[in-house]
Each structure stands twice: as C-alpha cells, then as structure tokens.
C-alpha cells in the first residue's frame, strides 16, 4: 500500500527567506502527487499536483515541487515565504488503481513565519 | 453556496450517544469524499461518492459509521454509538469530476465524545 511520510512536524522561517517542506512517498508504480494547504479557519486548498511529464511543477501563490523518482520525493519550494504562508500543508499521493477517490496524507507540517 | 459546507462545525456529545454530520457539496461537483483528521495524524480516507452510490466503504472504521448520498447532493455521515476514540475532525470533499485530483474541501466538523 503506498503510504507518505512528511518528517518534519514544524517548520519555522522568516519572512523572505526561502521554503522546503519535504515529502517521501512510498508506491510501486507511477504515483500522483499533490500538496494541499491549510490555513487556519479555512478548508484544505490544492496548491500543486503532479500526474506525468515535467518533473518541477508549478502551483499557486509562488509555490512549486520537483518530482524525483529515484528519491521517491515530491518536496515543496518557495523561493521568498511570506507571512501568509504560515498554515499547515499536506503532502498527498494517489494511484491509478485508486484514481483520486483515496488519497493518503501525509501527516503534515506546519510552517511557521517569523518576522 | 460558493463552498463545500458542513455542519454542525463543533459537536460534543457525550460516550454512546449517535450524531450526525452533514455535508453540502459545491453545486455540480458530482464526487463527494469524507475523510478523518484526527489530532497529530494526517488525513484518514473514509468514504467516498460517485452521485448517490457509495463504491467503496472500505474505509469505514467500523459499522457504527455510516454515510448516504441523497440527490446527488447533500451527504450525512452517522457515527452511532459514539466512542472516544471517534474525537476527530470530519472533512468532507468534493470535486467536478473524478481522477482530477483536486478536491474542494469544507473546514470540518471537530467532534468531540466525551
């Protein structure tokens, strides 16, 4: 079964600064991969996913990801965190046995923004 | 409305009690989903929708949970009997269509069994 592993539980960086926020999947086969956001008193958002083709993708609000197979990771980047950002975000996978109907989470990390 | 909505948001109930959450998906989106998030643990897939059917309920986590479809629209999660270990977040999803991977969610009934 595939599984995700997000190892870090808390993040914290200043503001400007630049964001990795790592994601280890674990699947046999071709995985999709999504990241989701949420932020406080708001439902979890899609930032970015991944299906085939360019292993860097891009998302909204500036952020992307880089697909590495050969890591079987999948990690968050943005090159300037703004105070925003702070929110907890979500590494996901999914599989083309599955579709999208059970997508398995990691268990997330929250970012935190210092001034 | 513009979002996926559910409620009640809180619910306390008390050990053995049964409660019932609701969920009202975005107008059109015909894939409805219910996950658990419960406190230090990622999102736990629960059920999902496909109009009114229910296709796979393997995630259920035990028959005193239990979910239905009506209309193609609005979904009612029921946990019966509740324990403690049911204290969680329920999140309900929804998307257009399937296989697209992008699910709308709402913000959650935190339930808490006391």
């Known amino acids: 079964a595939q599984s995700v592993t997000q190892p870090d539980i808390h993040i914290t960086v200043s503001e400007g600064a630049s964001l990795e926020l790592r994601c280890n999947y674990s699947?046999?086969?071709?995985?999709?991969l999504f990241w989701y956001v949420q932020s406080p008193g708001q439902g979890l958002q899609l930032l970015l996913k991944?299906?085939?083709?360019?292993?860097l993708v891009q998302g909204i609000k500036g952020f992307e990801a880089e697909f590495k197979r050969s890591q079987s990771s999948f990690n968050l980047r943005k090159p300037s965190v703004h105070w925003s950002d702070a929110a907890e975000y979500f590494c996901?996978?999914?599989?083309?046995?599955?579709?999208?109907?059970?997508?398995?989470f990691g268990t997330g990390t929250r970012l935190l923004v210092s001034p | 409305g513009a979002g996926v909505s559910q409620s009640p948001s809180n619910k306390v109930t008390e050990k053995g009690k049964d409660v019932e959450l609701r969920c009202d998906p975005i107008s059109g989106h015909t894939a409805l989903y219910w996950y658990r998030q419960s406190l230090g643990q990622g999102l736990e897939f629960l059920i999902y929708f496909q109009g009114n059917s229910a296709p796979d309920k393997s995630g259920l986590p035990s028959d005193r949970f239990s979910a239905e479809r009506t209309g193609g629209s609005v979904s009612t999660l029921t946990i019966q009997r509740t324990q403690q270990e049911d204290s969680a977040v329920y999140l309900c999803a929804s998307s257009f269509q399937m296989n697209t991977g992008e699910l709308f969610f709402g913000e959650g009934s935190r339930l808490t069994v006391l």
């Open positions: 699947y046999g086969a071709t995985p999709y």
């Open positions: 991944y299906f085939s083709g360019d292993t």
């Open positions: 996901a996978v999914g599989t083309l046995n599955t579709g999208f109907q059970k997508l398995v």
